[in-house]
């Protein structure tokens, strides 16, 4: 066997995987639009930005007391305050900060966790599309 064909057989093992790599990376550049698609695709219904909203800012009676506004501030275009750690937290309006609901697996995880401490529950993917819409349709100030 020469060379040159050592190589190519190379490329053709090597092929495959650098395509499995590029869909991988295609997948996670997901954008608020297709993440909030995929929890209406799930609820079998459309996200309501008004009852997102009104999510938001309910109090659930927990024991930590806490609404998504008491971090977020009930304005996701602006900073807010973690309660808990006592930093700064950057708007989570993908308006006021293009960074946000980009990663479905991060949004995902995030709201399970949020969801337990303020509603009591894990959220329906109903209530994660309300949520992601309300988000979405918030404007920059
Ligand atoms: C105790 C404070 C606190 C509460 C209460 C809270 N959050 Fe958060 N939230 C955070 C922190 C801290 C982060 C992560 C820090 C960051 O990404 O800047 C975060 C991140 C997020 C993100 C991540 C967005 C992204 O793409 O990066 C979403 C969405 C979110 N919160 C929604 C909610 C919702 C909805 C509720 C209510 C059910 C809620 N949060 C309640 C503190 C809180």
Known sequence: MTRTTRSSRMLVWWLPLLLLQGSATLAWADTPASILAKYEKLAGAPGSPERGKKLFTTDF???LGW???SCHTEDPSRRGQDQLKEKPIEPLAPSAN???LTNPVHVDATLNVNCADVVGRKCTAQEKADLMAWLISVKPR
């Open 61 to 63: 009676k927990q024991v």
């Open 67 to 69: 609404t998504c506004s």
């Open 98 to 100: 293009p960074k946000r």
